[in-house]
């Protein structure tokens, strides 16, 4: 029992040392005994404080020690940084796939890798209501099956839906199952995509995660490994506006120098960007011809227009037309 217990107040002071302390808030060894005392029902003197810290420093924890007027024990390093968390914190807010309540649980884990202070500093940054998010909680479970799915190298099926003017999801294709060879995971415009191979079609589609539904992991094998041995998941992100379908083509766009920031925001700074004049610039690039492209220049205004390929300037035309004729 004896034995017991001193490896209790062990794994105790670790978790006291690691909740409650930084560089700006130690415990000096009557502290800790005090906590454990009164907190745990575990008693203990300064001297064993003393050698477990000894323990604890040679299992990993990176145990600092202050001497001298306000002495005090508390942890250095960890796994991760106060502004490392916030990036965390602010990748989990502002993701739309993921829900609100599992937003809260994933962001109180997040809190738990730090001190009590940051993780209440952390709290003051935290503003979910207001952004959209998804309602769909097997979100969740779809990124988990797809990734066994990838590692154990086996294909998935699905339901795929999408949304009604009554604001409720319908099932696509009739209700058929999709079957698909998953290959990756992208995160694009505030949502998460699955990239996979469609062998009845011979090509790479891709789905957003929140539409599926019903998700099963296959025993067949994956296809489509050609397809991705030589695969850019980032040039393909650039290239599908709003990840919506449509026929790949260079597009040549002259705009007004002060759209140079959203060209390279959108392509990446390897984009070519040519001089016309004082006030005006050209680039190629590759992208999904499809009407969310289309709406994509159209939203820049007038600084943006397409100058070639002939084919996809009289698309684009007939677009505007379209929606002149609808408006």
Known sequence: MASFDQKLRTLRLMEILLERTDDAHMLNASELCTILDQEYGISTDRRTIYTEMEILDKFGLDIQQKKGKNPGYYIGARDFELPELKLLVDAVQSSKFITEKKSKELITKLERLCCRTDAAMLSKYVFIVNRPKT???????????????????????????????????????????????????????????????????????????????????????????????????AAFAKKTFGMYGGVDAEVTLECRNELAGVIIDRFGHDVWLIPQGEDYFKTRVLVSVSPQFFGWVTGIGPGMKITGPDNVKAEYKAYLQDVLENY
């Open 135 to 233: 309602e769909n909680e097997t979100v969740y479970y779809n990124v988990d099956y797809i990734h066994t799915a990838i590692y154990e190298n086996k294909q998935i099926k699905f339901h795929y839906a999408e949304w009604t003017v009554k604001k409720e999801l319908k099932l696509k294709k009739d209700g058929a199952f999709y079957i698909v060879s998953p290959w990756a995971l992208t995160w694009d415009d505030e949502n998460y995509y699955l990239v996979a191979y469609d062998a009845a079609a011979g090509i790479i589609k891709h789905y957003r995660v929140d539409k599926m539904q019903d998700t099963e992991i296959l025993e067949t094998d994956r296809k489509g490994e050609d397809s991705f041995k030589n695969f850019d998941l």
